[in-house]
Structure formats: C-alpha cells, structure tokens
C-alpha cells in the first residue's frame, strides 16, 4: 500500500497512458515527418552541403587547407582569444548575478534589464561603436581597434549574458540556510563562497561558459570592423569569409567544418552538465530547465 | 560585519563598473554620435532610397521568417513534450545547432547548397528561380539563424502546466483543435511571445550568415546590419549611426518586451 502510493507519486506529470493529448490538425506521425522535414531543408541539407564541399577534393586536400599557415593561426587567435573572454565573463558574471539576486541598489531592474542587450543589439551596431569607443578617435585615449585586443574586446561584449544569466536562477533558488548554518559555524564570507555558494552554482557556471564558448568560436559581425581582417587579427570566420571572397570554397568549407566541430562539442558539453545535473542535485536546485534560459533551457 | 559590507561594495563596484564600461557606456554612445550634428544627417541617410530599400528589406524578412517559425516552433514543442518518441533526443540537438554554429558557417552552407555547383543549384537555376542573391537566400538564412528560440521558450512552459486540464477539455468533448485553441494556447501564450520577440530581434539584427548569401548589393539586397557596414565602409558615418540608432531603437524595444514578458510569465 505504502510502496504503491510511493511510486505513484513519483510518477512523472506528463499524460498518462492510454489518455494522449492529441496534436491538432494533425496526427503525431504526420507532425514528426513536418518537423523532420523542415529542420532537414533549413538545418540538415545546408550543413551536409558544407561538409561534401569540404570534402570534394579528398581528405588530403581538406588538411592541407585546415593546416594552411594562415588558417591555422586564425583558429589558434579564434581557439585562445575565446578561452580569455570566457574567463573573463565567467568572473565578472558570477559577481553581476550575485548582485541582481542578493543585493538591492537604485536601479537594479535596469542593470538586470540591460545585460540581455549584447543578445539584441545587432552585432554590426556593436562593432561601429565599439571603433568608436576605442578606435583612434577614442574619447579616452584608448586605441586597441584593428589589435587582438579589440578581438577580445568584442567578444566580451557579445557573450556577457551567458553567464549572467545561466548562473542568476541556479542563486535564486539556492537554499540560504546552508549559508546561514556555515556562517553560525564560524564561516568567513569568502569561505562559504567557495564551499557552499560556489559548488551549487558550478554546473551553471559551466554550461553558461560551453555556451558563451560556442557563441565566441563564431562571431563575426562584431569583430569585423573592430577588429579588422589583419593577419593578426584575423579571426576564423573572417579568415572563411575571406577565403569565399577569393573563390577558395573548398578552404573555406574545410574550416568551417573544424569550427562546426568545436561547436558542437560545445553544445555536447552543455547537454553533459545538464544530464549531471538534473541527475545529482534536482533534489535541492531545480537546474534542467533553468540552466539556461536563453539558449537551450528545458531539453526533452 | 565591516568586513561584509566592504565586500559588498567592492562587488558592486566591479560588477556595474563592468556593465557601465561594456554595455551602458557603448549604447549611450551609439545615440550621442549619431545626433551629435543633430537629426539631419540621421534622417537623410535612413530616408534615402537605399536606406529604405534596406529597412523594406528588414521588415519582409521579418515578416517571412518569424510566422514560420513561431508555427513550426509551436508544433514542434508539442511534438517534443506531449509525444514520446525514440528519436525525440536527435530532433531537439538539431533544433540547438544553429545557438553554436557561426552566421558565416550558415551563410557559406547555403550558399554552397544553392550555389551554381550545389545539390540544389542547377534545379533552381532551370527553373528560373533565384535563391542565392536575392530574398529567398536571405529569408533562409534568417530562418536558419533564429529556429531555436520559439521552441526552447515553449517546452519549458508546456511541460510545467501538465495536461490535466487538455485531458478535461477533451473528456468535456472538445476536439483537438479547440483544445489547442482554447486550453493549450492561452496557457503558453507568453512563453510563445517571449519566443517570437528573440526570433525577431534577432532577424533584425541578422548580419554574418546574410552578408554571404546576399552579396550586400546596395538597393537590392541589402538589409539594415548590411546597409551599416556598407556605409562605414563607405566612409558614411552619418548614414551608418542613422541606421544604426534605428537598430538600437528596435533592440531597446526588445529588451523592454522581453522584460514585460518574463514579468507576465512569473506571474
């Protein structure tokens, strides 16, 4: 009896058997064909189109493009440029959603307002200003456009809501009374950050940061007036765009492919940390369908 | 408790001095550059024909894009949360692929899939349709960039409010189609909206992947992100901060949007 009521209400909310919501219009199996047929005609196609490009002219060819001095040091520039900028916002977007969700100051719906602009503003608008801000006609004398600076630069810019916002609900709906009883413990402030507060907020720490990752592999618009098509600071979706313009679409597909790879592995990584999670800790932080609001929350 | 509060303030220090130096300081710069030597200049380079060629542009991809996506973004949630099927998993990382993917890596795909050598090129190309260069390009590469967000808005939403009262809808004799409408719509209707509002932010805002397939031709296929870096290249400033501002002014309608939206969400 016991055990019975136990199991069901264990059992999860979707419908149960034989009770089927029905899709309207049209039956499940006729739905899934139009969603497979969709995502292959505006996702899949194109992508295997890429790959077979890359691919045209043998696997040889392929590396030799890959490995080609220019397009390597774009990728290695793209590959460590991301890593720093990450960094960077893994740091201060800790402290920005901490702030939003443990502190009160004047203004704070604004600031927790503005931080979703990187994700509205058009990238392009992002780049002219950033030129201006810190180009030669800077107004504080600062003049890192067209240097790997502005790459960075750039890149903080774009991928700062990240981790604000994978990190903010994880905070929110944290139990303070582990931080309360480390504290009558005798706990400092910083010690039970680092034993307490942190760990809870490591898995959206670190999905915030696969995802920002994913987004600063790719960007293009904002880097591409700050930052320029330099050797130096050429960027990988730069060094592809560049290499369309040349006629070379070979040499673009095949880097497009490595960086298409990474990508994915950053979204491989991303739905990782949400398996664990949702594994681990749905007993005292609800993560799946929080982790990440804007980019990929509630996975089937 | 000293100790406290000079922590306190010191984060607060960084993290606004960070939002202020990143965020506030360039967007309160976009406006001041752009009226700098007042409204004129502004207005003429948005009021010019390619100007608003571009903006007419904007708005019919706009205008395609967002309704295919927010049905297809729709059903596909409903499929992915009310239907158990084995290859559920596949659909949904397909759906999260263009969130990773870089806009030139979309734009290089199509253009090699319709291009003159593509699968798809010649088939297009006897038919006499053009895809590559013109708005059909654009809109499909609009499509590609912004697929995920109906659908990752509306899963969480349908998941959260069960099917109950779908099930009591249906027993009281409802077909599907007025349960959709009546019960299941109304339910999930923010969550949809909050949807849409990214997808069309987003289109607007459409650069890297519609720069490779439209070729930036100036009154013909040039959207507002592409109308701006022509004109800075161009050396145009006053035309480039005209459309510009007029971009920021959509993404600051967005962000208010949104806000208003997560706020009728939670209620």
Not at chain 1, 185 to 210: E, H, S
Not at chain 1, 211 to 216: G, N, P, Q, V
Not at chain 2, 88 to 94: E, G, I, K, Q, Y
Request: charged residues 10%; proline residues 5%; hydrophobic residues 55%.
């Amino acid at each position: 009896m016991e055990a019975g009521t136990l199991t069901r209400s264990r059992a999860p909310r979707g419908a149960p058997r034989g009770a089927r919501v029905r899709l309207p219009g049209v039956g499940a199996g006729l739905g899934r064909g139009m969603v497979v047929l969709y995502l292959s005609i505006i996702v899949l196609l194109p992508l295997a189109a890429l790959t077979d490009q890359s691919l045209s002219l043998g696997l040889s060819h392929f590396w030799d493009q890959v490995t080609q001095p220019q397009a390597i040091k774009s990728l290695k520039l793209t590959l460590v440029a991301s890593l720093i900028v990450v960094l960077i916002n893994g740091f201060f977007g800790t402290i920005l959603a901490w702030l939003l969700v443990r502190d009160e100051f004047p203004g704070k719906s604004i600031v927790n307002a503005v931080i979703d602009l990187p994700f509205a503003l058009p990238t392009i608008v992002a780049s002219l200003i950033l030129i201006q801000l810190w180009g030669d006609k800077s107004p504080f004398g600062v003049h890192i456009a067209l240097t790997q600076a502005a790459v960075v630069v750039a890149l903080l810019f774009v991928t700062l809501p990240f981790v604000v916002r994978a990190v903010q609900p994880l905070l929110m709906e944290m139990d303070q009374e582990m931080e309360e009883a480390a504290a009558s413990l005798g706990a400092g402030g910083f010690t039970i950050f680092r034993r307490i507060i942190f760990p809870n907020l490591l898995p959206g720490l670190g999905a915030g940061i696969a995802l920002a990752y994913a987004r600063a592999l790719g960007e293009f618009g904002s880097v591409l007036l700050f930052a320029g098509g330099l050797p130096s600071t050429m960027v990988s979706s730069v060094f592809i765009r560049q290499q369309i313009e040349s006629g070379n679409d070979t040499g673009a597909a095949a880097v497009s492919v490595v960086l298409l790879a990474a990508s994915l592995l950053c979204l491989a990584v991303v739905s990782l940390i949400q398996r664990w999670s949702s594994r681990h800790e749905r007993s005292q932080v609800e993560v799946g369908s929080t982790i990440m609001p804007f980019a990929g929350g509630g996975g089937v | 408790m000293t100790a406290t509060a000079t922590s306190r303030w010191g984060l607060r220090v960084l993290g606004l001095g960070y939002v202020f130096l990143l965020l506030l300081l360039p967007l309160g710069l976009i406006f001041y550059k752009t009226f700098e030597h007042g409204i004129a200049p502004p207005l003429d380079a948005i009021t010019s024909p390619d100007g608003l060629h571009a903006l007419k542009l904007t708005l019919i991809t706009v205008a395609i894009a967002v309704p295919l996506n927010t049905v297809f973004g729709i059903g596909c949630a409903l499929l992915l949360v009310r239907h158990k099927w084995r290859f559920n998993f596949l659909v949904d990382a397909v759906i999260n692929l263009p969130f990773a993917i870089s806009p030139i890596v979309i734009g290089l795909s199509l253009f090699l899939l319709y291009g003159t050598d593509g699968w798809f090129g010649p088939t297009f190309a006897e038919a006499g349709i053009k895809i590559l260069f013109s708005v059909p390009g654009m809109v499909l590469a609009c499509i590609f960039v912004s697929l995920p967000f109906v659908v990752r808005e509306t899963v969480p939403v349908l998941q959260e409010i069960g099917t109950e009262q779908e099930q009591a809808a249906s027993t009281l004799g409802a077909n599907a189609w007025q349960t959709f409408w009546r019960v299941t719509l109304p339910a999930i209707r923010w969550g949809v909206a909050y949807g849409v509002v990214l997808t069309t932010a987003r289109v607007l805002g459409e650069f890297g992947a519609v720069s490779i397939v439209s070729g930036s031709i100036s009154g013909q296929t040039q959207t507002l992100p592409l109308f701006v870096a022509k004109q800075y290249e161009n050396f145009n400033l006053p035309g480039a901060f005209g459309a510009s501002v007029l971009l920021a002014l959509l993404a600051l309608t967005t962000l208010l949007a949104m806000n208003l939206l997560k706020r009728k969400e939670d209620a």
